[in-house]
Nanobody
Framework: QVQLVESGGGSVQAGGSLRLSCAAF????????MSWYRQAPGKLREFVST???????SYADSVKGRFTISRDNAKSTLYLQMNSLKPDDTAMYYC???????WGQGTRVTVSS
C-alpha cells in the first residue's frame, strides 16, 4: 500500500509558474511508474504527464514544453514544474501510482487571466 500526498497548488496569474509535489509513503514498488492527472470543473480527469523508473517521461500535448515532471527517489517525491500557466490549466491535480493504482487527494491550481 502507498499513501500519496500532493502539495504546491495555489492561485497564479496567466504566465506564472507553480511546482507541485507528491510525497509517497509506503511500498516502494508502487512508486516505480508515477503520473500526474488533472480534472477541471465539469470535465473528466485527464492525463498530464508520467515518469518511469528509468526517468523516461511523456506529456500530454496540451502541456508539452511548459510542464516538466521529475522525481527525487531519495525523498520519495514526485514533482511537476508548471511554467507559462494558462487559464485552461485550472484544475485539481492528482498524482497516481500507476503500478498500484493509488491516487493522492489532489491539489488545486487556479490560473487567472
Amino acid at each position: 500500500q502507498v499513501q500519496l500526498v500532493e502539495s504546491g497548488g495555489g492561485s497564479v496569474q496567466a504566465g506564472g509558474s507553480l511546482r507541485l509535489s507528491c510525497a509517497a509513503f509506503g511500498v516502494t514498488q508502487c512508486t516505480n511508474d508515477m503520473s500526474w492527472y488533472r480534472q477541471a470543473p465539469g470535465k473528466l480527469r485527464e492525463f498530464v504527464s508520467t515518469i518511469d523508473d528509468y526517468n523516461r517521461t511523456s506529456y500530454a500535448d496540451s502541456v508539452k514544453g511548459r510542464f516538466t515532471i521529475s522525481r527525487d527517489n531519495a525523498k520519495s517525491t514526485l514533482y511537476l514544474q508548471m511554467n507559462s500557466l494558462k487559464p485552461d490549466d485550472t484544475a485539481m491535480y492528482y498524482c497516481k501510482s500507476e503500478g498500484c493504482k493509488y491516487w493522492g487527494q489532489g491539489t488545486r491550481v487556479t490560473v487567472s487571466s
